[in-house]
């Protein structure tokens, strides 16, 4: 696939002829020479004169930089006589060490002031060449000419003063060409059958014309095989549906931006060029569309993915048909109030379906979708849902459904199974979504299947016995910014139906303690997230039983941990206790040794870091040192305080005895 990307940016063409600088635009007569290798006329200097005055600027740059010799700076060989990386070693050359068969290179981030057809000329096995930020100002004829199995060039950062037309002619399998944030521009406005004669011996590449007031292409000009043609941002969509008739193109953009001065709108009449050419995905983001209408759709039946993000539309029309081949339909950020709204069965083989960021309250109603028989993805989120009875009427009909995503949505009252339909359900995500839950049994019971549940923030009760039931093959459960009864993780029977649960995230939801026995069941854990919470205790006897587990308690409150509770867990496990308010006193001495003995089961070792006493504060713990043991003076006061009290007891004995026989 080549990419040649083209911004509205300049070329400048800065020599010692002149104190301005003038800038040079790349045309599409210049490409087209670049692509069949032609010279053009010359540039705007005299020829004899640019070319002392680049003579001269080249010796300057070399006076000034040196020669660094390949063999004082040695590259770091990726794959024995292919692979190598050069980056930021200062270089000012290719080191003439690398061996003949380097195919993938990394010089970036060195200093190559310009490009010769004699730079790369001993590599001629190059595939890959990343040329990054190289303070390259100046490419010439042929520079890489001697590449011919070249497929990509990176030259990302350039900012290129001169390009010679036939800089890029050599490279016979060139798929990707990187020109970024190199200060080319093209203003191409139009495009002739002879500009880009050289694509019809071509396929499967993709071409952005994107940025460019391109007024008029000429009827045919395209007739090719294309991965990608980006039109984004023309004005005449009709000219250039004309000027690619005949065309075999994977994904046609003709969308624009939203800082683009108003366009026309598109009309029934403006995609009818669509008709003679086959394109797979269309995408059409931020258009206004006017007497939208079914005929709007005639040629567009041939189409696998639609794209109508933010295209200004509160429905799609009836009477819409032949859309039987669309897999795909992206209707995000529009106005529709209700679901129906979208004839849904105009595409009844929809696979995939987003309605994400609906800008009014969007009313799912019942049975909108029941068509759609073949759907396995549906993105619902940022739609402002709310509603009472959620959601086995509305989405009805629904037997395929894998994914659905009813997140960053108002309210759900659930007073049965969420989705009768939803054996086949595999992912659920109701992140941020006020739910209710008023059922008998659990609302996600009839889902066997599901393996991924986010119920981050949505207010659920977690004190419902019930609430997973059903969910034997669950694997990840997402809590987060929920609640607990009193703030504490209770001994019930909440994950006891999570056999397999692999991944349980308990963040920032107001812990303050967790029952010893609340996650007994959950044989198969290994990832516990409770950052962000109050937890003032440091426990693992819950999980002393697992083979290996990571335990999140970056954020909480904890200050000491005993050495038994670090030495109980699994052979291969990693904790994380960034950011509490960890002692570095002998109080703490178990934690602290283990952490210097066990530094590959510390995650975030620099946020871990003493908090008292206020002379450690901010000190990483690893790096404390504290001696606990007893001192002389220790000793000695020992030893006369057991001396005393052996003859205290002597004496006493002595008295007792003394006295007795006396009496």
Known sequence: ????????????????????????????????????????????????????????????????????????????????????????????????????????LDFSFNMLPSLQSSTFSGLKSLLYLDLTRCQISWVYEGAFHNNKHLQTIVLTGNLLMFLSDTAFAGPQSLKQLVLTETGITTHIRVITAEDVSILQKTSNITLIFKGNDILRVEPG????????????????????????????????????????????????????????????????????????????????????????????????????????????????????????????AAFPSLTHLHVKGNLETLHLGSGCLEKLAELQHLDLSHSHIESPDCCSKALSGLKSLRHLNLSHNTKLHLRDVLLEEGSSLELLDIAFTHLHVDTSQGPFQNLHLLTVLNLSSSSINTSIQYLFQGLENLVLLDLSQNTFESGIVPKNKLFQQLSKLEVLILSS??????????????????????????????????????????????????????????????????????????????????????????????????????????????????????????????????????????????????????????I
């Open 1 to 104: 696939m080549l990419r040649r990307r083209f911004s509205k940016r300049n070329i400048f063409l800065r020599t010692t002829c002149s104190q301005q600088a003038h800038p040079v635009h790349l045309t599409l007569a210049a490409l087209s020479h670049f692509l069949q290798g032609k010279i053009p006329g010359s540039l705007p200097c005299s020829a004899m004169a640019c070319g002392s005055c680049l003579l001269i600027a080249t010796v300057l740059a070399c006076a000034s930089y040196g020669a660094t010799s390949a063999a004082d700076t040695m590259c770091t060989e990726i794959t024995v006589n292919k692979s190598y990386s050069c980056e930021g070693l200062g270089l000012r050359e290719i080191p003439g060490r690398l061996p003949v068969t380097t195919e993938i």
């Open 221 to 344: 000009a395209f007739q090719s095989h294309f991965y990608t043609l980006d039109f984004g941002g023309c004005t005449d969509i009709p000219g250039v549906l004309a000027g690619i008739q005949n065309s075999v193109v994977q994904t046609l953009w003709l969308g624009t931006f939203q800082d683009v001065e108003k366009e026309p709108d598109i009309t029934p009449d403006v995609l009818q060029g669509l008709c003679n050419m086959s394109v797979k995905d269309l995408y059409l983001q931020l258009r206004h569309f006017r007497n939208l209408n079914a005929d709007t759709f005639r040629c567009l039946t041939k189409l696998r993915k639609l794209d109508l993000t933010h295209t200004h539309i509160s429905s799609l029309p009836p009477g819409i048909s032949g859309m039987s081949s669309l897999r795909e339909l992206v209707l995000n950020i529009n106005s529709f109030e209700h679901l129906c709204n979208i004839s849904s």
């Open 509 to 662: 939801c107001e812990l303050i303690a967790v029952d010893n026995q609340a996650f007994h069941s959950l044989r198969k854990l290994q990832h516990v997230d409770l950052s962000h919470n109050k937890l003032t205790a440091f426990s693992t006897d819950v999980f002393s039983k697992l083979k290996s587990i990571y335990l999140n308690f970056a954020y909480n409150r904890i200050r000491t941990v005993p050495r038994d509770q670090l030495e109980s867990l699994p052979a291969h496990s990693v904790i994380n206790l960034s950011y509490n308010p960890l002692e570095c006193t002998c109080s703490n001495i178990g934690l602290i040794t283990w952490c210097k003995q066990n530094p590959d089961k510390i995650k975030d070792p620099e946020g871990t870091t003493c908090s008292e006493p206020k002379s450690l504060a901010g000190v990483l713990l690893v790096t404390v040192s504290l001696s606990c043991g007893i001192n002389t003076a220790g000793i000695v006061a020992v030893v006369l305080a057991v001396l005393s009290c052996g003859a205290i007891a002597i004496w006493g004995a002595h008295y007792f005895k003394r006295n007795y026989q006396q």
